[in-house]
Nanobody, 122 residues
Framework: QVQLVESGGGLVQAGGSLRLSCAASGIIFSLNAMGWYRQAPGKQRELVAA???????NYADSVKGRFTISRDNAKNTVYLQMNSLKPEDTAVYYC????????????????WGQGTQVTVSS
């Protein structure tokens, strides 16, 4: 019913920048909080940054001051601007969205994108 399509991953040198995008489409009555998670090999998936529908944000301590999350509600899209990238930022980045597909509370659930690889070389 809802699809999240990510783009913008790739290979970058340490100190460089990348911008990830995630567009939500499908049956969307209300797009609530959106966020970015990442999972490095052998590690658990972790929250990188999140943003509410009203624009409030929170970040993992490891990315504060380097990453910025934003959203365009008219386009149902969330972005992650990543600056001063470090090799330890290497991971698959996943978009997450809390979506309601109708007025019914039971239709509210989390959706995930397919993931986009970010590789930072030293």
């Amino acid at each position: 019913q809802v699809q999240l399509v990510e783009s913008g991953g790739g290979l970058v040198q340490a100190g460089g920048s990348l911008r990830l995008s995630c567009a939500a489409s499908g049956i969307i009555f209300s797009l609530n909080a959106m966020g970015w998670y990442r999972q490095a090999p052998g590690k658990q998936r972790e929250l990188v940054a999140a943003i509410t529908s009203g624009g409030s944000t929170n970040y993992a301590d490891s990315v504060k001051g380097r990453f910025t999350i934003s959203r365009d509600n008219a386009k149902n899209t969330v972005y992650l601007q990543m600056n001063s990238l470090k090799p330890e930022d290497t991971a698959v980045y996943y978009c997450n969205a809390d979506v309601s597909t109708s007025l019914l509370r039971t239709t509210r659930r989390d959706y995930w994108g397919q993931g986009t690889q970010v590789t930072v070389s030293s």
